[in-house]
């Protein structure tokens, strides 16, 4: 299964059509938020997305507003606005399934996300192989680690660690001119680390192939 992954293009056409270029070779993508600046021109950018009739996933940053990417969405045949969505990819891998919770990427705990996670466990079943698509970054890794802390979300590091079944988790939020381990080959490849059972990755806005 291959997934383009992308986060964080800010309304940047350039970068946006390079991911989508990259989305013809996989089976879907995923967006993790913050594709507009302060949410203008987020019609066009999501219309420029589904010209490519590749299955997108989107959730919203902290620069868009849910309902107006929500009622976007809806009107696009091969984008999903995914926020708060449990999704079974069967299509691709039986046991493959998204879940998706956009927005926020400011808080060290996030409460709405926590409970969101423990209802979405009656969805799930014991082998399943999971894909969480959010926002802002878990705490305490290379995706979070900014040249004087860690600012990522305690909330979202402690069900990674808990949960094995999460295989993938893709995030943004955090620019690569802010974090302590990017350089010059990032936007090529991302920022990745481990956290648990899960590889972890911030894309950033030109795009990265995962294979899962």
């Known amino acids: 299964m291959k997934i383009l992954c992308f986060a964080d293009p800010h309304g940047d056409m350039h970068d946006i059509e390079a991911a989508m270029k990259k989305a013809k070779k996989c089976d879907f993508a995923l967006l993790a938020g913050d594709h507009t600046w302060f949410g203008q021109e987020e019609a066009d950018i999501l219309r420029i997305i589904n010209k490519y009739k590749i299955k997108t996933y989107v959730i919203h940053g902290n620069h868009e507003n849910e309902e ?23 299509d691709h891998d039986k046991n493959a399934v ?12 996030d409460p709405e996300f926590e409970a969101f996670i423990k209802k979405s466990k009656k969805q ?5 192989k999971i894909i969480l698509l959010v926002h802002g ?15 990522g979300c305690k909330s979202r590091r402690n069900i990674v660690k808990k949960d094995k079944r999460i295989k993938l988790l893709v ?3 955090i620019h690569f001119d802010s974090l302590l381990e990017a ?24 795009g990265v192939i995962v294979e899962l």
């Open 68 to 90: 107006e990417t929500a009622a976007i969405a809806k009107k696009l045949k091969y984008v999903d606005f995914v926020h708060r969505k449990v999704i079974r990819l069967t």
């Open 98 to 109: 998204l879940v998706a919770y956009g927005g926020g990427g400011f808080s060290a705990k």
């Open 124 to 128: 799930l079943k014991k082998n399943d």
């Open 137 to 151: 970054p878990p705490y305490k890794t290379k995706l979070d680690h900014m040249h004087s802390s860690y600012v």
């Open 171 to 173: 995030c943004g939020h």
């Open 183 to 206: 350089d010059e080959n990032s936007f090529e490849r991302g920022i990745i680390d481990e956290l648990g059972n899960a590889v972890i990755i911030n894309p950033g806005p030109m």
